[in-house]
Nanobody, 122 residues
Framework: QVQLVESGGGLVQAGGSLRLSCAAS????????MGWFRQAPGKEREFVAA????????YLADSVKGRFTISRDNAKNTVYLQMNSMKPEDTAVYYC???????????????WGQGTQVTVSS
């Protein structure tokens, strides 16, 4: 089992920044690819970003390219999502997820956190 706990959500004005963190415990963190997803009210959960076990490559959704960055610190068992130039449409609950295989842009992850609310005001 892998336990994931997100933090760093909150209220921010449009154009502002937030950094989300996801702390992992339970298994060897560096064995897992990590992903960030988000879900707005009434919408399906959507892919935001993913990173491989070493951090050597990552994927970003087109909607966040140039604004968001995913990174990880295996010594701290933590993955981050830096969000800049935020827009009201970024408002959602953000979830981190882990899987043993390569990172993917679908929801085919084995473990999920509880989520953290991000609200962007206009």
């Amino acid at each position: 089992q892998v336990q994931l706990v997100e933090s760093g959500g909150g209220l921010v004005q449009a154009g502002g920044s937030l950094r989300l963190s996801c702390a992992a415990s339970g298994r060897t963190f560096s064995n897992y690819a990590m992903g960030w997803f988000r879900q707005a009210p009434g919408k399906e959960r959507e892919f935001v970003a993913a990173i491989n076990w070493s951090g050597s490559y990552s994927y970003l959704a087109d909607s966040v390219k140039g604004r968001f960055t995913i990174s990880r610190d295996n010594a701290k068992n933590t993955v981050y999502l830096q969000m800049n130039s935020m827009k009201p449409e970024d408002t959602a609950v953000y979830y981190c997820a882990a899987r043993r295989q390569v990172p993917v842009t679908t929801t085919l992850y084995d473990y999920w956190g509880q989520g953290t609310q991000v609200t962007v005001s206009s």
